[in-house]
Protein backbone atom coordinates (compact mmCIF):
# COMPACT_ATOMS: atom_id res chain seq x y z
CA UNK A 1 0.00 0.00 0.00
CA UNK A 2 1.39 3.23 -1.25
CA UNK A 3 1.05 6.03 1.54
CA UNK A 4 -0.55 9.53 0.71
CA UNK A 5 2.51 11.28 1.28
CA UNK A 6 4.67 9.28 -1.16
CA UNK A 7 1.81 9.65 -4.33
CA UNK A 8 4.32 11.82 -5.53
CA UNK A 9 5.89 8.98 -7.38
CA UNK A 10 2.94 7.37 -8.74
CA UNK A 11 1.18 9.10 -11.74
CA UNK A 12 -1.39 11.38 -11.02
CA UNK A 13 -3.64 10.51 -13.98
CA UNK A 14 -3.91 7.27 -15.73
CA UNK A 15 -5.83 7.49 -19.10
CA UNK A 16 -8.43 4.78 -19.08
CA UNK A 17 -10.07 5.28 -22.45
CA UNK A 18 -9.30 7.31 -25.29
CA UNK A 19 -10.59 7.55 -29.13
CA UNK A 20 -10.36 9.04 -32.47
CA UNK A 21 -12.84 12.13 -33.06
CA UNK A 22 -14.67 11.36 -36.03
CA UNK A 23 -17.96 12.93 -36.36
CA UNK A 24 -18.91 15.99 -34.52
CA UNK A 25 -22.12 17.50 -33.38
CA UNK A 26 -23.79 20.08 -35.67
CA UNK A 27 -26.32 20.94 -32.74
CA UNK A 28 -23.44 21.56 -30.17
CA UNK A 29 -20.12 20.69 -31.66
CA UNK A 30 -19.49 17.72 -29.44
CA UNK A 31 -16.80 15.25 -30.86
CA UNK A 32 -18.14 11.94 -30.48
CA UNK A 33 -15.85 8.51 -31.46
CA UNK A 34 -16.38 6.57 -34.32
CA UNK A 35 -19.80 4.81 -34.89
CA UNK A 36 -21.51 6.75 -32.77
CA UNK A 37 -25.54 7.23 -33.46
CA UNK A 38 -26.43 10.01 -30.97
CA UNK A 39 -24.39 12.63 -29.63
CA UNK A 40 -22.82 12.02 -26.41
CA UNK A 41 -23.40 15.50 -25.26
CA UNK A 42 -27.18 16.43 -26.45
CA UNK A 43 -28.54 13.08 -27.64
CA UNK A 44 -28.63 14.83 -31.53
CA UNK A 45 -28.98 12.00 -33.99
CA UNK A 46 -25.55 12.41 -35.99
CA UNK A 47 -24.43 12.32 -39.72
CA UNK A 48 -22.43 10.01 -40.52
CA UNK A 49 -19.24 11.51 -42.19
CA UNK A 50 -19.22 10.37 -45.83
CA UNK A 51 -17.36 7.18 -46.99
CA UNK A 52 -13.82 7.62 -48.03
CA UNK A 53 -12.44 6.34 -51.57
CA UNK A 54 -9.43 5.33 -53.17
CA UNK A 55 -7.70 4.13 -56.35
CA UNK A 56 -6.26 0.77 -55.78
CA UNK A 57 -5.11 -2.60 -57.63
CA UNK A 58 -7.70 -4.86 -57.11
CA UNK A 59 -8.34 -8.45 -58.66
CA UNK A 60 -11.83 -9.25 -59.17
CA UNK A 61 -13.47 -12.50 -58.53
CA UNK A 62 -16.81 -13.42 -60.47
CA UNK A 63 -18.29 -16.58 -60.04
CA UNK A 64 -22.02 -17.75 -61.30
CA UNK A 65 -23.78 -21.16 -61.22
CA UNK A 66 -24.12 -22.99 -64.96
CA UNK A 67 -27.81 -23.74 -65.80
CA UNK A 68 -29.09 -23.41 -62.07
CA UNK A 69 -31.84 -20.96 -63.00
CA UNK A 70 -33.55 -23.08 -65.55
CA UNK A 71 -33.37 -25.69 -63.09
CA UNK A 72 -34.89 -23.76 -60.23
CA UNK A 73 -37.83 -23.08 -62.29
CA UNK A 74 -38.70 -27.31 -61.76
CA UNK A 75 -37.15 -27.23 -58.30
CA UNK A 76 -38.70 -27.08 -55.09
CA UNK A 77 -38.60 -23.81 -53.43
CA UNK A 78 -37.06 -25.24 -50.82
CA UNK A 79 -34.73 -27.21 -51.97
CA UNK A 80 -33.61 -24.17 -53.92
CA UNK A 81 -32.70 -22.36 -50.97
CA UNK A 82 -30.84 -25.16 -49.69
CA UNK A 83 -28.93 -25.69 -52.70
CA UNK A 84 -28.09 -21.96 -53.06
CA UNK A 85 -27.37 -22.06 -49.11
CA UNK A 86 -24.90 -24.93 -49.48
CA UNK A 87 -23.42 -22.85 -52.40
CA UNK A 88 -22.77 -19.74 -51.05
CA UNK A 89 -21.31 -21.07 -47.93
CA UNK A 90 -18.77 -23.19 -49.97
CA UNK A 91 -17.72 -20.02 -51.89
CA UNK A 92 -17.58 -17.73 -48.84
CA UNK A 93 -15.05 -20.12 -47.29
CA UNK A 94 -12.58 -20.62 -50.17
CA UNK A 95 -12.70 -16.76 -50.91
CA UNK A 96 -12.39 -16.47 -47.25
CA UNK A 97 -9.24 -18.88 -47.25
CA UNK A 98 -7.41 -16.60 -49.88
CA UNK A 99 -7.78 -13.45 -48.14
CA UNK A 100 -10.72 -12.04 -49.98
CA UNK A 101 -13.57 -10.04 -49.02
CA UNK A 102 -17.27 -11.06 -50.12
CA UNK A 103 -19.00 -8.03 -52.25
CA UNK A 104 -22.55 -9.95 -52.75
CA UNK A 105 -24.68 -12.23 -54.02
CA UNK A 106 -26.38 -11.59 -56.93
CA UNK A 107 -28.72 -14.95 -57.17
CA UNK A 108 -26.33 -17.77 -58.12
CA UNK A 109 -23.70 -15.17 -58.70
CA UNK A 110 -20.95 -14.54 -56.67
CA UNK A 111 -18.51 -11.62 -56.52
CA UNK A 112 -15.21 -11.23 -54.48
CA UNK A 113 -12.60 -8.59 -54.07
CA UNK A 114 -9.12 -9.24 -53.60
CA UNK A 115 -6.60 -6.60 -52.80
CA UNK A 116 -9.44 -4.04 -50.95
CA UNK A 117 -9.19 -2.73 -48.36
CA UNK A 118 -5.78 -4.54 -47.52
CA UNK A 119 -3.50 -4.99 -50.03
CA UNK A 120 -1.08 -8.37 -49.98
CA UNK A 121 1.15 -7.81 -52.54
CA UNK A 122 -0.25 -10.99 -54.38
CA UNK A 123 -3.60 -10.43 -54.71
CA UNK A 124 -4.11 -11.76 -58.25
CA UNK A 125 -2.97 -15.31 -57.42
CA UNK A 126 -5.06 -15.51 -54.31
CA UNK A 127 -8.12 -14.57 -56.82
CA UNK A 128 -7.14 -17.53 -59.18
CA UNK A 129 -6.70 -19.97 -56.36
CA UNK A 130 -9.84 -18.65 -54.34
CA UNK A 131 -11.84 -19.17 -58.34
CA UNK A 132 -9.88 -22.36 -58.40
CA UNK A 133 -10.81 -23.81 -54.62
CA UNK A 134 -14.81 -22.29 -55.50
CA UNK A 135 -15.30 -24.65 -58.38
CA UNK A 136 -13.75 -27.72 -56.73
CA UNK A 137 -16.13 -26.71 -53.90
CA UNK A 138 -19.12 -26.49 -56.35
CA UNK A 139 -18.77 -29.30 -57.89
CA UNK A 140 -18.32 -31.24 -54.96
CA UNK A 141 -22.18 -30.06 -54.41
CA UNK A 142 -22.86 -32.05 -57.61
CA UNK A 143 -23.42 -28.54 -59.40
CA UNK A 144 -21.44 -27.33 -62.16
CA UNK A 145 -20.15 -23.68 -62.25
CA UNK A 146 -18.06 -20.92 -63.88
CA UNK A 147 -15.65 -18.32 -62.90
CA UNK A 148 -13.52 -14.99 -64.61
CA UNK A 149 -11.18 -12.99 -62.54
CA UNK A 150 -9.56 -9.74 -63.57
CA UNK A 151 -6.95 -7.31 -62.13
CA UNK A 152 -7.10 -3.69 -62.89
CA UNK A 153 -7.16 -0.26 -60.67
CA UNK A 154 -11.11 0.45 -59.43
CA UNK A 155 -12.30 2.92 -57.04
CA UNK A 156 -12.42 1.74 -53.58
CA UNK A 157 -14.83 2.89 -50.89
CA UNK A 158 -13.70 2.95 -47.47
CA UNK A 159 -15.63 0.48 -45.00
CA UNK A 160 -17.82 -0.02 -47.69
CA UNK A 161 -20.32 -3.29 -46.93
CA UNK A 162 -23.99 -4.74 -47.40
CA UNK A 163 -25.19 -2.48 -44.27
CA UNK A 164 -23.80 1.34 -45.70
CA UNK A 165 -25.55 0.29 -49.40
CA UNK A 166 -22.18 1.03 -50.92
CA UNK A 167 -20.35 -1.50 -53.21
CA UNK A 168 -16.62 -2.25 -52.36
CA UNK A 169 -15.25 -1.55 -55.81
CA UNK A 170 -16.13 0.18 -58.94
CA UNK A 171 -15.09 0.76 -62.16
CA UNK A 172 -14.03 -1.07 -65.73
CA UNK A 173 -11.94 -4.15 -64.29
CA UNK A 174 -15.62 -5.06 -62.06
CA UNK A 175 -17.44 -5.33 -65.38
CA UNK A 176 -14.88 -6.57 -67.04
CA UNK A 177 -14.50 -9.72 -64.48
CA UNK A 178 -17.97 -10.40 -65.46
CA UNK A 179 -17.19 -10.28 -68.77
CA UNK A 180 -14.73 -12.91 -68.50
CA UNK A 181 -16.97 -15.23 -66.29
CA UNK A 182 -19.26 -14.95 -69.11
CA UNK A 183 -17.04 -16.65 -71.33
CA UNK A 184 -15.62 -19.17 -69.68
CA UNK A 185 -16.77 -23.16 -70.24
CA UNK A 186 -18.75 -24.84 -67.67
CA UNK A 187 -15.97 -25.61 -64.77
CA UNK A 188 -13.44 -23.05 -66.41
CA UNK A 189 -11.82 -20.03 -64.74
CA UNK A 190 -10.91 -17.75 -66.90
CA UNK A 191 -8.35 -14.23 -66.34
CA UNK A 192 -7.73 -11.52 -68.23
CA UNK A 193 -4.29 -10.13 -69.31
CA UNK A 194 -3.28 -7.99 -66.30
CA UNK A 195 -4.26 -11.37 -63.92
CA UNK A 196 -2.22 -13.65 -66.64
CA UNK A 197 0.95 -11.38 -66.53
CA UNK A 198 1.09 -11.26 -62.35
CA UNK A 199 0.73 -14.81 -62.33
CA UNK A 200 1.93 -16.57 -65.13
CA UNK A 201 4.69 -18.32 -62.75
CA UNK A 202 2.42 -19.54 -60.02
CA UNK A 203 -0.28 -20.23 -62.16
CA UNK A 204 -0.79 -23.17 -65.15
CA UNK A 205 -2.80 -21.14 -68.30
CA UNK A 206 -3.89 -22.37 -71.71
CA UNK A 207 -4.15 -19.76 -73.90
CA UNK A 208 -7.71 -18.89 -75.44
CA UNK A 209 -9.06 -16.79 -78.47
CA UNK A 210 -9.87 -13.22 -77.06
CA UNK A 211 -13.19 -12.73 -75.88
CA UNK A 212 -15.62 -10.51 -77.62
CA UNK A 213 -17.58 -8.87 -74.51
CA UNK A 214 -20.36 -6.86 -74.91
CA UNK A 215 -19.91 -3.15 -74.31
CA UNK A 216 -16.11 -3.02 -75.02
CA UNK A 217 -14.37 -1.62 -77.84
CA UNK A 218 -11.43 -3.58 -78.10
CA UNK A 219 -11.43 -7.60 -77.72
CA UNK A 220 -10.32 -8.82 -74.58
CA UNK A 221 -7.54 -10.98 -73.86
CA UNK A 222 -7.97 -14.23 -72.03
CA UNK A 223 -6.70 -17.69 -70.36
CA UNK A 224 -7.85 -20.18 -68.81
CA UNK A 225 -6.06 -21.38 -65.31
CA UNK A 226 -5.19 -24.63 -65.33
CA UNK A 227 -3.74 -25.62 -62.17
CA UNK A 228 -1.52 -23.77 -59.44
CA UNK A 229 2.05 -24.33 -60.63
CA UNK A 230 4.40 -26.65 -59.12
CA UNK A 231 7.06 -24.40 -58.73
CA UNK A 232 7.20 -20.73 -56.71
CA UNK A 233 6.61 -17.63 -58.64
CA UNK A 234 9.88 -16.99 -60.74
CA UNK A 235 11.59 -13.72 -60.91
CA UNK A 236 13.95 -12.28 -63.59
CA UNK A 237 17.47 -12.40 -62.02
CA UNK A 238 20.35 -9.70 -61.73
CA UNK A 239 24.07 -11.27 -61.49
CA UNK A 240 24.56 -11.95 -58.05
CA UNK A 241 26.96 -9.10 -56.03
CA UNK A 242 28.74 -9.82 -53.41
CA UNK A 243 27.84 -12.44 -50.12
CA UNK A 244 30.52 -14.13 -51.52
CA UNK A 245 31.22 -15.21 -47.64
CA UNK A 246 27.59 -16.42 -47.41
CA UNK A 247 27.68 -18.20 -50.41
CA UNK A 248 30.72 -20.23 -49.29
CA UNK A 249 29.62 -20.95 -46.51
CA UNK A 250 25.87 -22.95 -47.36
CA UNK A 251 28.37 -24.43 -50.08
CA UNK A 252 30.82 -26.18 -47.71
CA UNK A 253 27.66 -26.94 -45.68
CA UNK A 254 26.39 -28.74 -49.04
CA UNK A 255 29.68 -30.55 -49.80
CA UNK A 256 29.61 -31.43 -45.86
CA UNK A 257 26.00 -33.59 -46.84
CA UNK A 258 26.82 -34.73 -49.91
CA UNK A 259 30.28 -35.93 -48.26
CA UNK A 260 28.90 -37.31 -44.75
CA UNK A 261 25.72 -38.65 -46.14
CA UNK A 262 23.55 -37.04 -43.73
CA UNK A 263 20.72 -34.06 -43.93
CA UNK A 264 21.68 -30.34 -42.51
CA UNK A 265 19.28 -27.49 -41.82
CA UNK A 266 19.89 -24.24 -42.80
CA UNK A 267 18.22 -21.07 -41.68
CA UNK A 268 18.76 -17.68 -42.82
CA UNK A 269 17.66 -14.98 -40.61
CA UNK A 270 17.61 -11.32 -42.00
CA UNK A 271 15.18 -8.50 -42.28
CA UNK A 272 12.58 -8.17 -45.24
CA UNK A 273 14.38 -7.34 -48.21
CA UNK A 274 17.93 -7.70 -47.27
CA UNK A 275 18.36 -11.05 -50.17
CA UNK A 276 17.60 -13.90 -48.03
CA UNK A 277 15.27 -15.14 -51.11
CA UNK A 278 18.14 -13.99 -53.41
CA UNK A 279 20.80 -15.81 -51.56
CA UNK A 280 18.60 -19.54 -51.34
CA UNK A 281 18.27 -19.02 -55.43
CA UNK A 282 21.40 -18.42 -55.89
CA UNK A 283 23.27 -21.39 -53.85
CA UNK A 284 20.15 -23.63 -55.95
CA UNK A 285 21.40 -22.31 -58.88
CA UNK A 286 24.83 -23.53 -58.44
CA UNK A 287 24.57 -26.83 -57.22
CA UNK A 288 22.27 -27.38 -59.74
CA UNK A 289 25.02 -26.66 -62.24
CA UNK A 290 26.39 -29.45 -60.22
CA UNK A 291 24.18 -32.15 -61.13
CA UNK A 292 21.82 -31.91 -57.72
CA UNK A 293 18.06 -31.71 -57.79
CA UNK A 294 16.95 -29.40 -56.10
CA UNK A 295 12.75 -28.94 -54.76
CA UNK A 296 11.20 -26.03 -53.60
CA UNK A 297 8.23 -24.97 -51.16
CA UNK A 298 6.67 -21.80 -49.96
CA UNK A 299 5.08 -21.12 -46.33
CA UNK A 300 1.78 -19.32 -47.92
CA UNK A 301 -0.07 -17.01 -45.61
CA UNK A 302 -3.40 -18.84 -46.58
CA UNK A 303 -4.86 -22.25 -47.14
CA UNK A 304 -5.74 -25.07 -45.31
CA UNK A 305 -2.53 -26.48 -44.51
CA UNK A 306 -0.31 -23.32 -43.48
CA UNK A 307 1.53 -25.48 -40.95
CA UNK A 308 2.65 -28.10 -43.55
CA UNK A 309 2.77 -26.04 -46.50
CA UNK A 310 5.82 -25.88 -47.73
CA UNK A 311 6.56 -29.52 -46.76
CA UNK A 312 3.47 -30.26 -48.85
CA UNK A 313 5.12 -27.81 -51.99
CA UNK A 314 8.33 -30.13 -51.55
CA UNK A 315 6.35 -34.23 -51.92
CA UNK A 316 4.29 -32.55 -54.60
CA UNK A 317 7.22 -31.15 -56.66
CA UNK A 318 9.78 -33.98 -56.20
CA UNK A 319 6.22 -36.45 -57.27
CA UNK A 320 4.74 -34.29 -59.73
CA UNK A 321 1.45 -33.99 -58.05
CA UNK A 322 -0.74 -31.22 -59.20
CA UNK A 323 -3.39 -29.97 -56.74
CA UNK A 324 -6.51 -31.18 -59.25
CA UNK A 325 -4.91 -34.73 -59.70
CA UNK A 326 -7.34 -37.19 -58.44
CA UNK A 327 -6.65 -38.73 -54.54
CA UNK A 328 -6.17 -42.30 -56.94
CA UNK A 329 -3.57 -40.48 -59.59
CA UNK A 330 -1.69 -38.35 -56.74
CA UNK A 331 -1.36 -41.30 -54.47
CA UNK A 332 0.15 -43.48 -57.48
CA UNK A 333 2.83 -40.76 -58.35
CA UNK A 334 3.43 -40.57 -54.60
CA UNK A 335 4.08 -44.08 -54.35
CA UNK A 336 6.31 -44.02 -57.47
CA UNK A 337 8.51 -41.35 -56.17
CA UNK A 338 8.79 -43.16 -52.89
CA UNK A 339 9.77 -46.34 -54.64
CA UNK A 340 13.19 -44.68 -56.27
CA UNK A 341 14.41 -43.77 -52.92
CA UNK A 342 13.17 -46.96 -50.63
CA UNK A 343 13.46 -50.28 -50.39
CA UNK A 344 9.95 -51.99 -51.95
CA UNK A 345 9.41 -53.20 -48.27
CA UNK A 346 8.69 -49.44 -46.63
CA UNK A 347 6.88 -47.96 -49.95
CA UNK A 348 3.28 -48.36 -48.90
CA UNK A 349 3.44 -47.57 -44.96
CA UNK A 350 6.06 -44.31 -45.90
CA UNK A 351 3.17 -43.19 -48.77
CA UNK A 352 0.74 -43.68 -46.34
CA UNK A 353 2.45 -41.19 -43.61
CA UNK A 354 3.15 -39.07 -46.22
CA UNK A 355 -0.46 -38.50 -47.54
CA UNK A 356 -1.78 -37.85 -44.64
CA UNK A 357 1.47 -34.45 -44.21
CA UNK A 358 0.39 -34.09 -47.78
CA UNK A 359 -3.57 -34.34 -48.09
Not at 66 to 85: K, M, W
Not at 108 to 137: I, K, N, T, Y
Request: with cysteine; net charge neutral.
Amino acid sequence: MVPLSSAGDVPRERKLWSYTPAVVCKRCGQENPLGARFCLACGAPLEAEPAKQERKLVSVLFVDLVGFTGQSERADPEDVRDTLNAYRAAAQESIQVFGGNMEKFIGDAVMAVFGAPVSHGDDAERAVRAGLGVLEAVARLKLIARGGVNTGEAVVTVASGPATGEALAMGDVVNTASRLQTSAPPGGLVVGEETYRLTRNAIKYQALPSVDAKGKEALIPAWLAVAPALAGPARPEAPMVGRDRELALVTSIWDGAVGDRHPHLITVVGPPGIGKSRLQREFSRRIQARGAAVARGRCLPYGERAAYGAFTQLVRGIAEIYENDPPESARAKLSAAVEKVLPATEVEETTRYISLLTG
